[in-house]
């Protein structure tokens, strides 16, 4: 690497807030920001915790084929909320 370049952490200026969905862990929407939360009918973190043992484990991370999702499970939790 050139002496010229130095990796340093990115900053945001966004409220974003950290998801731990698989799609931020282990899928596509890792090189996506973060979550932001816009409305006021969003889920909260308590809200989360309890909702995302729920989920099902997709069948990439099982081996049995089909690719990494690209959008947060969270995010579009939230968009089910505002129909």
């Known amino acids: ?32 920001l973060d979550r932001v939360r816009w409305y006021p009918s969003d889920m909260t973190d308590a809200e989360w915790t309890s909702v995302r043992p729920l989920l099902p484990v997709p ?13 947060c499970h969270r995010q579009m939790l939230d968009q089910c909320h505002e129909v």
């Open 1 to 32: 690497m050139s002496l010229l370049y130095a990796p340093a952490p990115a900053d945001f200026n966004s409220p974003a807030v950290s998801c731990d969905c698989l799609a931020h862990v282990y899928g596509n929407a890792a090189d996506h």
């Open 59 to 71: 069948a990439w991370l099982q081996g049995r084929g089909g690719q990494p999702e690209g959008y």
